[in-house]
């Protein structure tokens, strides 16, 4: 399955959650809490399957993950000590791309992922261009000269916050330490989604 390419504020609408989270998809009015479409207001309960796997669709479109990733990145979470369901969302804060969006460099994952696939970042010194890399805690992220300078950028960096588990000097990001649980995707109940793999 590959990954979403169509509107996140649709995305966003159905689910009742800002899926860029900036509330960007709601600014137009009220927060909507019915599904897009002529059906979407009514009501019937959903069943536990659907909770289970609504809550795993939540995480793919607001990281911008395919169904074959994901599933990996659940798979290496199971096999870490601690926690499953807060192993798979500190292994899917991890990424590239999401790093380079919680570093304030990028308004979206979607533009973050743009970035890195155009080859405009360093890795502890080496060229990194796959947005699903999985960083190591103590690596060191650099945005090249080449980015530097791009209107986006700045647009980001003045509006953007940097997350608290990231240092930054300049153009550079040291991924210090994994996020707290409660720092980050509290709408996200992972507890279901571990119950969707293992059913």
């Given at each position: 399955m590959s990954r979403f390419t169509g509107s996140i504020?649709?995305?966003?609408?159905?689910?009742?959650?800002s899926l860029l989270e900036n509330n960007k998809e709601f600014?137009?009015?009220?927060?909507?809490?019915?599904?897009?479409?002529?059906?979407?207001?009514?009501?019937?309960?959903?069943?536990?399957?659907?909770?289970?796997?609504?809550?795993?669709?939540?995480?793919?479109?607001?990281?911008?993950?395919n169904e074959r990733q994901f599933k990996t990145l659940f798979t290496l979470a199971s096999k870490k000590s601690g926690v499953t369901g807060v192993n798979l969302l500190q292994l899917v804060e991890s990424r590239l791309d999401n790093l380079v969006f919680r570093a304030g460099w990028a308004r979206t994952r979607a533009q973050a992922r743009q970035f890195v696939n155009h080859g405009?970042?360093?890795v502890d010194g080496h060229?990194?261009?796959?947005?699903?890399?999985i960083i190591k805690l103590g690596s060191v992220i650099e945005m090249k000269q080449s980015l530097q300078n791009n209107v986006s950028v700045?647009?980001?960096?003045?509006?953007?916050s940097v997350a608290p588990w990231l240092t930054k000097s300049d153009f550079k990001v040291t991924f210090t330490r994994l996020p707290e649980r409660n720092e980050f995707a509290k709408e996200i109940n992972e507890s279901l989604i571990v119950e969707y793999y293992n059913r």
């Open positions: 504020f649709k995305k966003s609408r159905r689910y009742g959650i600014t137009k009015g009220k927060k909507r809490t019915t599904a897009p479409g002529q059906h979407g207001a009514k009501k019937s309960k959903p069943s536990d399957y659907q909770l289970h796997m609504y809550e795993k669709q939540k995480v793919r479109y607001m990281y911008g993950i405009h970042f360093l060229k990194a261009n796959i947005p699903s890399m700045k647009e980001a960096i003045e509006v953007m």
